[in-house]
Nanobody, 117 residues
Framework: VQLQASGGGLVQAGGSLRLSCAAS????????MGWFRQAPGREREFVAA????????IYADSVKGRFTISRDNAKNTLYLQMNSLKPEDTAVYYC???????????WGQGTLVTVSS
């Protein structure tokens, strides 16, 4: 499995961005997916996850109500819609594939999101 994240950039506080994660292979619909982020000088943290069908999602408290995770299994693509962005959302965002448990075994290369105040 190869994951390619894109869509990052520079945005002002209060703005929006949509991240995409393109997955290789024909089994994308078989596994749960997640988004993580790592801010400078901080550990990587969980942002959101979605199950294989897209019918169930979970979010970190810090992004709940502002971010929406979704997927298009026909396009082998995972999304993260980010609204009402804050400077503290600045980080490199990674998409990842779940191994079927609470762990993630394949990671994209990351896309940088910078939110200016």
């Amino acid at each position: 499995v190869q994951l390619q994240a894109s869509g990052g950039g520079l945005v002002q506080a209060g703005g929006s961005l949509r991240l995409s994660c393109a997955a290789s292979g024909r089994t994308f619909s078989s596994y749960d997916m997640g988004w993580f982020r790592q801010a400078p000088g901080r550990e990587r943290e969980f942002v959101a996850a979605i199950n294989r069908s897209g019918g169930s999602t979970i979010y970190a408290d810090s992004v709940k109500g502002r971010f929406t995770i979704s997927r298009d299994n026909a396009k082998n693509t995972l999304y993260l819609q980010m609204n009402s962005l804050k400077p503290e959302d600045t980080a490199v965002y990674y998409c990842a594939k779940s191994d079927g448990s609470s762990h993630y075994d394949y990671w994209g290369q990351g896309t940088l999101v910078t939110v200016s105040s």
